[in-house]
């Protein structure tokens, strides 16, 4: 069984070497200027496994939705997942802990809202991670009086 430990939306997320690199994590509030524009994005998750889930194929995925709750121009990514026994360390931890960062890149913002992603496993939804979007326009200078 694989089960979701957390999820969370970042400006960017890596993984290497049984580490999770997140940046600018946990955001739930992301401010723009303009309307549309695009948000760097990231999704980044622990997955935890048990050992029969070795040798087994799964997909993790996620989709993205605007405030109408129709799916971005981003729509829905999906990456094969498969654990090898020989790429585990298993006389470390028994329990089978799986690193996951996804890039969204560029997400499309045409308004704002609330926004949300939802982390997909075998596509069925295992996390809804909500982004509230608010067009907060540039100031402009005001001019100065003149002498």
């Known amino acids: 069984m694989i ?3 957390f999820a ?7 993984a290497a070497e049984n580490l999770l690199y ?12 303009r309307l549309p524009a695009g948000l760097p994005l990231a999704v980044a998750a ?10 087994k194929d799964h997909a993790v995925g996620l989709r993205t939705f ?34 996951v960062a996804i890039t969204v890149g560029a997400l499309p913002v045409t308004e704002a809202g609330e926004y949300r992603v939802e982390l997909l496993l075998d596509d069925v939804p295992i996390a809804t991670l909500p982004l509230r979007i608010r067009l907060i326009p540039e100031e402009t200078p005001a001019a100065e009086p003149s002498p």
Request: glycine share 6%; hydrophobic share 45%; no cysteine.
């Open 22 to 33: 997140i940046h600018g994590g946990a955001i739930r509030t992301a401010d723009v200027d």
């Open 66 to 99: 605007a405030p109408n709750s129709e799916e971005t121009a981003f729509g829905a990514a999906s990456f094969p997942l498969r654990l090898v026994e020989e790429d585990l360390e298993l006389d470390v931890d028994p329990e089978i802990s799986v690193l």
């Open 46 to 55: 622990r997955l935890t496994a048990t050992r029969d889930e070795i040798g």
């Open 3 to 5: 089960q979701l430990d």
């Open 8 to 14: 969370v939306l970042a400006r960017a997320a890596s």
